[in-house]
């Protein structure tokens, strides 16, 4: 294994073409780690199969949740000590043939031992890929890195969604959809296995001195004294500023209808609007290749008009007229085009609202102590899977019984708290990012 793991080690920074593709490469790994998960688009055809409700369903990504998030807790110290790629390769090649047991499914015990052991090795290499993410673009301006690190999961979800509209018409199972699944996981993988590689503990040492020789140099290097000298320390530093609270319960309520299209778009629009189970997935594929692209537009904008709160409360607001028209319409047969229009318009919108709030909170971070960016986001990620948690059966259990459209009215609401929050907020314009370059034997450029 050591042979192995010193194969696939840098001991200098990659430049030029070779950075960039292992950028690239560290991208499809984090696009494949969430592909490889997707049910939206099969919920339709494989809860009755197994005779498993919605509500029961919702009932289960709670609990997959929260084991992802007890393996992700000791997954990352993992990724510290034997190295990034390494848990990458295992997990992801743990995950494929996974993909593959899922064909011998046939009823509720067997589905739920073979997703809870997926999600044990999803939670497990979650930490690894943001790290390697992080490892590769540590000079990157604050928006192409939250885009890189968003591209994974919604680069996911809309490949899961444009290969179940167009394959489903054809084959008609859901079994159809793991082989799929499984044979271009193969196809991913291999390019991963054999070309992504790891920078050693030396060569990330040496850029993270740099990154901090770069904040000392523009005053924003923490001190001594502002160190946290334990968890509890950090935390407590943190949550007494009034402003985070605004910001992560804010955008985790706007989030609400994110929550809901990721695992049950496909189903909401064949229950609501009656569509085809392929034809809900293309929907649902609408939406995510819109967001996709308008989170790295709204990114670059953010960064070139030096703001953050006006275009993230624009955001919510474009999200939020939407929804006023598109509720009334639920339970009625709507032309695919229009809501091909509307899924996508809804994509834009939230990417819109999204992406000046991440930078916005990093730099209300970096305000509070810049030695508390990882507690922050910490806090954020607690937060999130906890609503995601609570909302996957809530959100089921609302539509089974007063229907979709009240569900989606409550993702209004959370849009609403969300516009509120951020008018109680400082506005901030972007700052200037430290260009962290590694020492001289990192580069050798």
């Known amino acids: 294994m050591s042979g192995f793991v010193a194969a696939r080690t840098l001991d200098t920074y990659p430049r030029g073409a070779h950075r960039w593709r292992l950028l690239l490469l560290t991208v499809l790994a984090s696009i494949l780690g969430a592909y490889e998960f997707q049910l939206a688009p099969l919920l339709a055809l494989l809860l009755p199969d197994i005779h498993m409700s919605t509500i029961a369903y919702g009932w289960f990504i709670t609990f997959a949740v929260m084991i992802s998030a007890i393996s992700a807790f000791y997954g990352g110290p ?3 000590r034997y190295g990034r790629v390494l848990i990458i390769d295992l997990c992801l090649g743990a995950v494929t043939v996974l993909v593959f047991l899922n064909l011998f499914i046939y009823n509720i015990v067997s589905f739920v031992v073979i997703r809870t052991l997926m999600s044990v090795v999803g939670g497990l290499m979650a930490g690894a890929g943001a ?4 490892d590769m673009s540590p000079r990157l301006s604050r928006a192409l890195a939250f885009g890189l690190l968003t591209i994974g999961p919604v680069g996911a979800n809309f490949l899961s969604n444009f290969i179940a509209g167009h394959t489903l018409p054809i084959f008609h199972t859901w079994q159809s959809q793991i082989w799929i699944t499984g044979f271009l996981g193969i196809a991913m993988y291999l390019p991963i296995l054999f070309g992504l590689k790891d920078l050693s503990p030396d060569l990330r040492l040496q850029i993270f001195r740099s990154e901090v020789a770069a904040m000392q140099a523009e005053g924003r290097a923490p001190a001594a004294s502002e160190l946290p000298s334990s968890t509890r320390d950090a935390f407590g530093r943190l949550l007494k500023h009034l402003e985070v609270w605004l910001l992560v319960i804010g955008v985790v309520a706007n989030l609400t209808l994110y ?3 990721q695992p049950f778009g496909p ?3 064949t229950q609501a609007f009656h569509y085809t189970p392929a034809a809900a997935a293309s929907m649902n594929a609408h939406f995510w290749l819109a967001n996709l692209a308008a989170l790295v537009v709204t990114g670059f904008i953010s ?4 703001t953050r709160k006006p275009i993230a409360i624009f955001g919510g607001l474009l999200s939020c007229a939407l929804l006023v028209w598109w509720i009334p319409t639920f339970g009625h047969a709507l032309p695919r085009f ?12 939230l990417a819109i609202g999204y992406v000046p709030w991440a930078a916005q909170f990093s730099e209300t971070l970096e305000d509070v102590s810049p030695a508390l960016q990882a507690t922050g986001w910490a806090f954020f990620g607690m937060m999130a899977r906890g609503w995601a948690a609570i909302a996957a059966p809530l959100t089921l259990y609302v539509a089974a019984h ?3 459209a009240t569900w989606i009215k409550v993702s209004l609401g959370g849009m609403v708290l969300y516009l509120i929050a951020m008018l109680l907020t400082r506005p901030h314009g972007a700052a200037q990012p430290a260009v962290a370059r590694p020492s001289a034997k990192a580069a050798q450029a």
């Not at 790290?131 to 992080?134: N, S, Y």
């Not at 960064?303 to 030096?306: A, E, V």
């Open 131 to 134: 790290a390697l993410i992080r």
């Open 338 to 349: 229009t809501m091909a229009v509307v899924a996508s318009t809804l994509g834009c919108f």
């Open 78 to 80: 993992l990724a510290d």
């Open 267 to 269: 189903l909401m629009f």
């Open 259 to 261: 929550f809901t299209i």
């Open 303 to 306: 960064d070139r008009l030096q």
């Open 402 to 404: 007063y229907g979709w």
